[in-house]
């Protein structure tokens, strides 16, 4: 009874400096359903910085901390940034250590940036996003997986691949996930197309998936209420919102999702980003140096030609 009261003046408060508040319905039934009224903190780095990190030490680790080539930014959303400690007036000592990695990503992989396709808008896909898409995992010979922004242009790609091509499309959704990502790995002619679950939980090393598709940099929905509540905060403050949130976001899910690619040191691949922004926008110097170092090119042909010399090496 005691949380649901302080919950209660938390929603009565409403204190926009701290909290974000949002009404919103079950998304298995538009027009059906119990509404909610959710609340939650405008930032959690404030509650960690007071609560934990003044007395105790700790230890992160995570193959991706460093996000445009720097530990600031995850840093600064958990409450251990340089600033000041405002009971003891001394700044926050922390360290942070790059360990490398065991893989050669230069040798083992291409970042293939499509740099000729238009910049994605409001539709799911395009035609020649998903001419690209077919022209890549032909050349691959199936081994694909297809990363996307949202389940509409996972299905819209999966139905696309399955009236073009012939090797075997599964899509996320329509089995349980580990079944799908085992059907994945024993069938090397195989695709597999889906949303989030896919850019963070696969690990197939291996020649089954020597090709990774994003369809599109991977920025926090507009309609999102607490990253777009935080992006005005920041604003508010004089910060830049879109780099500290939407672009840091983008970042850490395109090195998660690149990572998909080389799971052992006898990985080879291609990770294909279908958006021109990454080499066009001046945040996409932020976005790759977050992801593993891949050789880097703009041009269709080699990524072809690569993924090509890799399937007839099987």
């Known amino acids: 009874m005691l949380q649901i009261f302080e919950i209660s003046e938390r929603i009565a408060a409403n204190d926009a400096s701290r909290d974000v508040l949002w009404c919103s319905r079950p998304r298995f039934n538009s027009e059906e359903g119990m509404q909610r009224l959710n609340i939650a903190p405008l930032s959690v780095n404030g509650l960690l910085s007071t609560n934990l990190w003044g007395t105790h030490t700790g230890v992160l680790t995570s193959a991706t901390l ?3 080539n720097s530990f600031d930014p995850v840093a600064r959303s958990i409450g251990i940034d340089h600033s000041l400690n405002p009971e003891t007036g001394v700044a ?7 360990a490398g990695s065991p893989f050669d990503y230069p040798k083992q992989g291409i970042l293939y940036i499509a740099k000729d396709l238009p910049t994605p808008g409001q539709s799911p896909t395009t035609e020649s996003q998903l001419d690209t898409i077919a022209e890549l995992i032909t050349a691959a010979g ?8 949202s389940r509409r242009a996972a299905e819209l790609a999966a139905e696309a691949m399955r ?4 090797v075997p499309i599964l899509i996320q959704g ?13 069938d090397e ?9 896919l850019w963070q939980g696969v690990d197939v090393p291996g020649p089954a998936c020597q090709l990774v598709i994003m369809d599109r940099i991977p920025f926090p929905r507009p309609d999102d209420p607490v990253k777009a509540a935080r992006t005005r905060a920041i604003a508010a403050s004089g910060g830049n919102g879109f780099m500290q949130v939407s672009a840091t976001h983008a970042a850490l899910l395109l090195a998660q999702g690149a990572g998909r690619l080389v799971r052992s040191i006898n990985d080879r691949g291609v990770v294909a980003v279908l958006d021109p922004r ?7 110097s932020f976005l790759t140096n977050s992801m593993p170092n891949f050789w880097t090119t703009t041009k269709k042909d080699v990524a072809i030609g690569a ?3 890799l399937s007839e090496a099987q």
Do not use: K, M
């Open 66 to 68: 460093s996000l445009g």
């Open 92 to 98: 926050r000592a922390w360290s942070a250590t790059d």
């Open 142 to 149: 199936g081994r694909t997986l297809g990363l996307f922004s």
């Open 163 to 166: 009236e073009r091509l012939d």
């Open 174 to 186: 329509e089995d349980q996930l580990p079944t799908l990502v085992a059907q994945f790995s024993e």
């Open 189 to 197: 002619e195989t695709c597999l197309f889906g949303t989030l679950s």
């Open 278 to 284: 990454l080499a066009t926008a001046r945040y996409g």
């Open 307 to 309: 993924l090509q010399r």
